[in-house]
């Protein structure tokens, strides 16, 4: 037999056995090895939801303290002081310079340039012989007129002669009939004789007027002729080309032996002139501006390349109406150029002191809130309340900006304050350069350094 058929042999005891029920055989050590792992998970399923229901309740804890917080902010602002300007407005304006006089020179004589005098950059005088046209067309047709006028005159004295001619047969032929009919009717000369004589004297009558037209026309025709005379001797004095004022040559576009044409409409010019002892400045001044501007106010020019020299000028005069276009008016800014320091055609910069129209205020550009309700401004009254006012800007300095009226002139307002700011909110006023840290409202960083105000 073999030894899986053999009983198993008894277990000696040394000690009395237990009862029946003490003899139960206890669970094998697998099956308790095998139960651990669900403990395990099971913890840690209940773990993981109880700390996922502390997170949820902090987060919740958390939430409504902020919005407990963000109830009760009273945020930090600066304050600066709304300053107000009453004085004139420096309004600075790019500009044109020309010249007060300005001249195209062209010819009215037809000829050949004899001799130019003037080059670019000759300074003459009014008068002063620029160029000589020589023209022997028209120095011909000067003599032949003034011949004819001579001619004219004799013919005139002459109808003159005759009309003295005339005057006198008149006054032997009234005396001849009042004789012949002193006699006729006496009965001493025919009637025939005295209707002879009495005709007579009404043809002499008649000489008399024709010799008395005939001077009126032999005048009229003096008088056509001195007119031709008078305008070729105007022609004439045209070969001599002469400055029409003061100035300097800016352009030249003749030379000597150059032909030239004076019956021409427009073409190009022998010469430009120019009068820059006094300049205009070309300016357009805003709507804004206009209606304050007036004539007589001072003016100060700068040029770029000359940034440490300021010209005095005045305002001179205006278009009076303003360009459609643009909505600017037209100005001219006059200066003093003795020294002959500036030239036409230059840039300038133009600073005019214009007269406000109404009193405005000035605030750092920190200070102005734009949102949904437009461009505002807030004020701190009675110490920490707020209020918003609706504002619009003038002009825009960069760093500040005017504002239109004067309402808040001398009132504090509040410098980069938050966007969320309200009508009545309460604040803190944090005083300009105070070394106090800006209190954050919950869930924003504070600022380690408070900013100082524009």
Do not use: C
């Not at 309740?57 to 300007?85: C, H, K, N, S, Y």
């Not at 000369?189 to 008395?212: C, E, K, P, Y």
């Not at 005048?219 to 100035?247: H, I, R, S």
């Not at 576009?253 to 010469?271: K, P, Q």
Request: net charge negative.
């Amino acid at each position: 037999m073999t030894d899986q058929g053999k009983a198993a042999p008894k277990p000696e005891t040394d000690g009395p056995t237990e009862p029946s029920q003490s003899m139960t055989p206890a669970p094998p050590q697998s099956s308790r090895l095998s139960r651990r792992p669900f403990w395990i998970t099971g913890l840690l399923v209940v773990a993981a939801i109880g700390w996922g229901a502390y997170g949820h309740w902090r987060r919740d804890a958390q939430a409504a303290e902020t919005q407990r917080g963000t109830i009760t902010f009273t945020p930090t602002v600066q304050v600066a002081l709304a300053q107000r300007l009453s004085g004139p407005i420096d309004l600075t304006l790019p500009g044109t310079t020309a010249p007060f006089d300005e001249a195209r020179i062209f010819a009215r004589a037809t000829g050949y340039v004899a001799e130019r005098r003037v080059d670019i950059g000759s300074r003459v005088r009014a008068g002063d012989l620029l160029a000589r046209i020589a023209a022997p067309d028209l120095d011909q047709q000067l003599r032949q007129a003034e011949a004819t006028l001579g001619q004219r005159a004799a013919a005139l004295r002459q109808a003159a002669a005759a009309v003295n001619q005339a005057q006198s047969n008149k006054e032997l032929a009234n005396v001849t009939n009042g004789r012949t009919a002193v006699l006729a009717r006496e009965g001493w000369d025919t009637q025939q004789s005295a209707d002879q004589t009495r005709l007579g004297l009404a043809v002499q009558d008649a000489n008399l007027i024709s010799a008395q037209a005939g001077v009126t026309l032999a005048q009229a025709n003096y008088q056509a002729q001195l007119a031709t005379v008078q305008q070729l001797q105007e022609l004439t004095g045209f070969e001599q080309v002469t400055a029409p004022f003061d100035g300097v040559v800016t352009v030249r576009n003749v030379d000597t032996g150059d032909l030239i044409n004076g019956t021409a409409s427009g073409g190009t010019a022998m010469f430009v002139l120019q009068n820059d002892d006094v300049l205009r400045v070309h300016i357009d001044v805003p709507q804004a501006a206009a209606v304050g501007l007036v004539d007589g106010l001072a003016a100060k020019v700068t040029l770029p390349e000359m940034a440490d020299t300021v010209f005095q000028g005045t305002v001179a005069r205006n278009a009076a109406a303003l360009n459609t276009n643009t909505r600017t008016l037209p100005a001219e800014v006059d200066i003093k150029n003795d020294a002959h320091l500036l030239h036409p055609g230059l840039f300038v910069n133009v600073t005019v002191s214009v007269p406000r129209s109404s009193s405005d205020v000035v605030v750092p550009a920190g200070a102005i809130l734009f949102n949904g309700e437009g461009l505002r401004v807030a004020t701190i009254e009675n110490g920490d309340t707020v209020k918003m006012h609706d504002v619009s800007i003038y002009r825009d300095f960069g760093t500040s900006v005017e504002l239109r009226g004067d309402q808040l002139g001398g009132k504090r307002v509040a410098v980069d304050p938050p966007a969320n700011l309200q009508d009545g909110a309460q604040v803190r006023v944090l005083e300009p350069g105070a070394p106090t840290t800006v209190r954050a409202a919950p869930g924003i960083a504070a600022e380690a350094t408070p900013k100082k105000p524009a």
